[in-house]
Nanobody
Framework: QVQLVESGGGLVQAGGSLRLSCVVSGNIFSLKRMGWYRQAPGKQRELVAATISGGSTNYADSVKGRFTISRDNAKNTAYLQMNNLKPEDTAVYSC??????????WGQGTQVTVSS
């Protein structure tokens, strides 16, 4: 069984930075894909960034060049470094993981609010 716990959200001014963390309880090596999604009020959930075992990454066009996803297997943690934040980045950010057998897991979410 895998559980994901996010932290690092908060209130920040436009142009600021935050780093989200997703701590994995369970075997992180069993997760073939980890990603961050976000959902703003009244909008659909969207993929922000993802990383595949082996190191490849992909990003939403809206965050390319500003956000960086990483994964530290030694610490059982995935990160989302968010720089140059904009008010439109305001959302609940959730960690997602896909097990090698296909099962999907979600964290509880963390609120990110960017003021103008």
């Amino acid at each position: 069984q895998v559980q994901l716990v996010e932290s690092g959200g908060g209130l920040v001014q436009a142009g600021g930075s935050l780093r989200l963390s997703c701590v994995v309880s369970g075997n992180i090596f069993s997760l073939k894909r980890m990603g961050w999604y976000r959902q703003a009020p009244g909008k659909q959930r969207e993929l922000v960034a993802a990383t595949i075992s082996g190191g490849s990454t992909n990003y939403a066009d809206s965050v390319k060049g500003r956000f960086t996803i990483s994964r530290d297997n030694a610490k059982n943690t995935a990160y989302l470094q968010m720089n140059n934040l904009k008010p439109e980045d305001t959302a609940v950010y959730s960690c997602n993981a896909v097990h090698i057998v296909g099962r999907e897991y979600w964290g509880q979410g963390t609120q990110v609010t960017v003021s103008s």
